[in-house]
């Protein structure tokens, strides 16, 4: 089949749009060509450079980053220096699309962190932000309305991924690939393992937002758990289970548990499940297909009919992070930088609980996360001057930890948006919601631990050394299946959507099983297909 190729005018807008929108509603309107097609866009992949990694090194951090354990610091250096000494922007407009998950900051008239970036970056940035539960509709209508902001946002479940950044967005290649991306310096000290995922169709097309590899945690309430008589770190899922009994206590309104779905992903670890997919002789087996998944699901499903879990928890309407800080439930895997947030906002006692093997005899692989947040692409455009200056604009956002424009970003203006002692800023009432901006959704960074309480730092520091050296990886990591892209999301949720009933004892795993068949027969294996030839290509 030959390769398509698209018109940017409104019509071409409203097809991609269409594909979009078709794919993830589970339409294989665009799948692979074949074997060939796979093949050679894996071999095209292949043939790209990567951008170089060069690393920012002028802020000494007092646990330093090793061997993808994420730095850690106890105070902002204090004498941070100035990153960019050129403002990126031309003086003109430049329009973003983001995700937004919290409150709507300020507008721009009423918001002078805002207007003091705006600054400082040298353009007028207006910012498009979408709540996480519209962004994928705000996609679609975007796409077909045809007029596309200068920098997007795209998520990594977007439909067509590969072909709409191909008919849309800048071919980023010549700008970033190898030494040519030491004239963004920012953008060269984000972390090499971000970048692979950023390769599509023989050339780099998009920016990360990097995250730490870690990814979720475990979080325990600490306190409950020691106050239950119970020892926070079970060497078994028979003691994570005692734990669980221990700690629940209905007339206290505290349970163990409250996410079905989540805590199956976490029994997964411990029955050695794989991370999303495994590579083995030759053959890649998805992480639901497998008898540590099934062993996984039926251990938590009489977690569930042992009375552990939140009454509510299938409700569709718990705040989880407000039940574990309140102590409704003891326990709840979250991403890494919940961490921080749960320990401002709740001043109760939290820790996290590495995942034991299920049957004893040390820890179990803990899942590696996700390498980027999202996908920061660029608008397509022949100007080549204008390319460069959302790439100077996004390098200025990307600027590191010991930076002047870093503190900016974060926290504002000292006195005025934020205070700070021991070199610990604190957002002020005006600065938590001025600078509540969702830039780090848009270019972020490389994560570091803190600023924060040394015993808590220490303690996420010393978390992940216990963790990272064994991390388990998704074998699909870098690669692109189409049909994943344009089926994977309803697929997954078929599954998910069986594996709920099945926590809750209206469906068995016999159920499970045939869910499991149907994955296979609408998708499953040919996704599973696409990935063998990939790896195949790119090894």
Not at 289 to 308: N, P, Q, S, W, Y
Not at 312 to 327: E, I, K, V
Not at 500 to 522: C, F, H, P, Y
Request: include cysteine.
């Amino acid at each position: 089949m030959p390769e398509m190729t698209w018109q940017t005018d409104r019509r071409g807008f409203l097809t991609i749009a269409g594909l979009a929108a078709g794919a993830a509603a589970g339409s294989p309107l665009l799948t692979g060509c074949g074997k060939s097609k796979s093949t050679d866009t894996a071999a095209a992949n292949k043939k790209v450079t990567v951008p170089a990694y060069i690393p920012w090194q002028h802020a000494d951090a007092d646990l330093p980053a090793a061997g993808g354990v994420t730095a850690g610091y106890f105070g902002f250096p204090t004498d941070p220096v100035v990153g960019v000494t050129h403002k990126p922007g031309s003086g003109g407009s430049v329009t973003a699309m983001v995700n937004l998950f919290g409150s709507v900051p300020p507008g721009l008239s009423s918001n002078a962190y805002w207007q003091s970036l705006n600054d400082q970056l040298g353009v007028n940035l207006k910012l498009n932000m979408v709540p996480d539960s519209a962004y994928q509709s705000k996609m679609a209508t975007t796409l077909a309305g045809g007029q596309l902001p200068d920098i997007v946002q795209i998520r990594t479940d977007q439909p067509q991924r590969a072909s709409v950044l191909k008919a849309l967005f800048a071919n980023l290649t010549e700008y970033l690939s190898g030494d040519a991306i030491k004239d963004y310096p920012f953008l060269a000290n984000l972390p090499a393992y971000a970048w692979p995922d950023m390769i599509y169709n023989g050339g780099i097309y998009a920016l990360p937002t990097p995250r730490a590899p870690v990814g979720s945690i475990l979080f325990a309430r600490t306190d409950l758990i020691r106050a239950a008589g119970h020892n926070p770190a079970p060497a078994s899922f028979a003691e994570f289970a005692e734990l669980c009994k221990a700690v629940t206590n209905p007339r206290k309104n505290q349970w163990a548990l409250g996410a079905g779905p989540t805590m199956v992903s976490h029994v997964m670890q411990m029955t050695g499940a794989p991370n999303g997919w495994r590579y083995q002789d030759g053959k890649f087996t998805y992480s639901y297909e497998t008898d540590e998944a099934r062993r996984a699901l039926a251990a938590t499903t009489g977690l569930v009919k042992a009375g552990v879990f939140h009454p509510d928890t299938f409700a569709g309407t718990a705040d989880l992070r407000q039940w574990l800080g309140s102590g409704r439930i003891a326990l709840n895997r979250d991403g890494y930088a919940a961490w921080d947030l749960l320990a401002t906002t709740y001043p109760v006692d939290f820790g996290a609980q590495a995942p034991p093997q299920y049957d004893g005899g040390g820890d179990a692989r803990v899942y590696r996360g996700a390498t980027t947040f999202a996908f920061t692409a660029l608008k397509k455009s022949s100007n080549k001057d204008r390319i460069k200056e959302l790439l100077r604009i996004c390098n200025w956002l990307a600027a590191p930890v010991g930076t002047k424009e870093y503190l900016f970003r974060k926290y504002g203006t000292e006195g005025v948006d934020y205070t700070s002692q021991s070199g610990v800023p604190t957002l002020t009432p005006k600065g938590g919601s001025q600078v509540a901006l969702p830039l780090n959704y848009l270019i972020d960074s490389p994560p570091i631990l803190g600023p924060g309480p040394k015993t808590r730092v220490q303690a996420q520091y010393d978390y992940q050394k216990r963790v990272v050296p064994t991390l388990l990886e998704d074998a699909s990591l870098g690669l692109y299946a189409p049909t994943d892209s344009s089926k994977g999301a309803v697929l997954r949720k078929g599954l998910l959507d069986t594996m709920t009933e099945v926590l809750q004892s209206r469906k068995s795993l016999a159920d499970w099983d045939s869910a499991i068949a149907s994955w296979r027969s609408n998708g499953g294996d040919t996704i599973r297909t696409e990935y063998q030839q990939q790896y195949a290509a790119s090894h």
